[in-house]
């Protein structure tokens, strides 16, 4: 089992920063890679970033590409999530995750290939 628990959301102002952190827990077998989510009020869950913990290898959607860093630091299981430039449409429930699973390109971003989630934080951008 893992166990997931995030930190750091809040209120910001358009054009600020925040950093998220996801600390895990239990079987480190289980988290292979650690990615990030978030999910607005009436819409899907999107996959953000993701990081493979063994080589650092990471991905990001188009969304945030530029503005969003993910990180880790191995000797406090935590992986960061360094969000800039943030705008009103960042607004959303930010949760990490975790899988054992072998991801793509094509399946990394999809909600049913990670198998750990965390409770989420609100991050909340005004304009």
């Known amino acids: 089992q893992v166990q997931l628990v995030e930190s750091g959301g809040g209120s910001v102002q358009a054009g600020g920063s925040l950093r998220l952190s996801c600390a895990a827990s239990?079987?480190?077998?289980?988290?292979?890679?650690i990615g990030w989510f978030r999910q607005a009020p009436g819409k899907e869950r999107e996959g953000l970033t993701l990081?493979?913990?063994?080589?650092?290898?990471?991905n990001y959607a188009d969304s945030v590409k530029g503005r969003f860093t993910i990180s880790q630091d191995n000797a406090k299981n935590t992986v960061y999530l360094q969000m800039n430039s943030l705008k009103p449409e960042d607004t959303a429930e930010y949760y990490c995750?975790?899988?054992?699973?072998?991801?793509?390109?094509?399946?990394?971003?999809?909600?049913?290939?990670?198998?750990?989630w965390g409770q989420g934080t609100q991050v909340t951008v005004s304009s």
């Open positions: 239990g079987n480190s077998d289980n988290w292979i890679y």
């Open positions: 990081i493979k913990i063994s080589n650092g290898g990471t």
């Open positions: 995750a975790a899988t054992p699973r072998s991801l793509s390109a094509l399946t990394w971003y999809k909600s049913d290939f990670w198998n750990y």
